[in-house]
């Protein structure tokens, strides 16, 4: 990379290939203050990221999966590339990357294991979402028709035994618009979840009934992205 000390870097032409390699993580964790220990193998965590030009684009990979008392407890994989991120001098252009495509999945994780950071909340995390969590997220960048970013179409789904969210966005060089679906959250059991935040101390009582669904829908968000400071506001 040609570079002079009195010279803003250019970026232009730089190639690289970096790979981050974890070993292999064992340890153990307590899924619940009333459970024992259970012993966790977390499989090497490898992330290669590679570009033949800055300028022009890159790629990135990972893989890892988990589990818990030997048991499959999540596994982790993450394709995705991008075009340039390059401005016309050789510095880094700022906001949301170009012709971004591709997926990250994080496949039937253990709600168990994130039960510890919610217990305070009053949330249980394998009955009201269920024993397990499927995670995916997809990009695919349209036609930039002139714009230096292309309308990229981003779908973001949650799947669980009590919980659907599913979510389609456009980002743009302006900001995030949602598409005709926009975001809808469906959970069930929706009463047994609300009887447990009610306190009797509130003088209020709700009795759980079998089913009961919550619906949340978002249609027709824009979030207007600053030019200079890059970020979003309502």
């Given at each position: 990379i040609p570079f002079k000390p009195d010279q803003d870097l250019d970026l232009r032409g730089a190639t690289a290939s970096v790979t981050l390699a974890?070993?292999?993580t064992t340890g153990s964790l307590r899924l619940a203050p009333d459970q024992p220990e259970k012993a966790f193998v977390l499989?090497?965590?490898n992330v290669r990221v590679?570009?033949?030009?800055?300028?022009?684009?890159?790629?990135?990979?990972?893989?890892?999966?988990?589990?818990i008392a030997g048991s499959p407890a999540g596994e982790i994989n993450v394709d995705v590339?991008?075009?340039g991120l390059l401005n016309s001098i050789g510095e880094f252009a700022g906001g949301p990357p170009p012709d971004l495509r591709g997926s990250a999945v994080v496949r039937n994780i253990a709600t168990a294991i994130l039960q510890p950071f919610v217990q305070a909340a009053g949330l249980d995390m394998a009955t009201d979402l269920g024993p397990t969590l499927d995670i995916?997220?997809?990009a695919k960048a349209g036609d930039a028709k002139g714009e230096a970013v292309p309308p990229t179409d981003v779908e973001l789904k949650v799947t669980s035994r009590e919980l659907t969210a599913n979510a389609r966005l456009t980002l743009?060089?302006?900001g995030i618009e949602t598409k005709e679906d926009g975001v809808r959250i469906d959970l069930n059991n929706a009463g047994r979840l609300a009887g447990?935040?009610?306190?009797?101390?509130?003088?209020?009582?709700i009795v759980p009934a079998p089913g009961g669904v919550i619906t949340v829908m978002v249609q027709?968000?824009?979030?207007?992205?600053?030019?200079?400071?890059g970020t979003y506001s309502l």
């Open positions: 974890t070993t292999r499989a090497p965590l590679e570009t033949a030009d800055i300028g022009k684009g890159l790629t990135v990979n990972a893989r890892s999966d988990l589990s590339s991008t075009g995916e997220m997809t743009l060089s302006a447990r935040f009610v306190k009797p101390s509130t003088g209020w009582e027709g968000l824009a979030l207007p992205r600053d030019a200079k400071t």
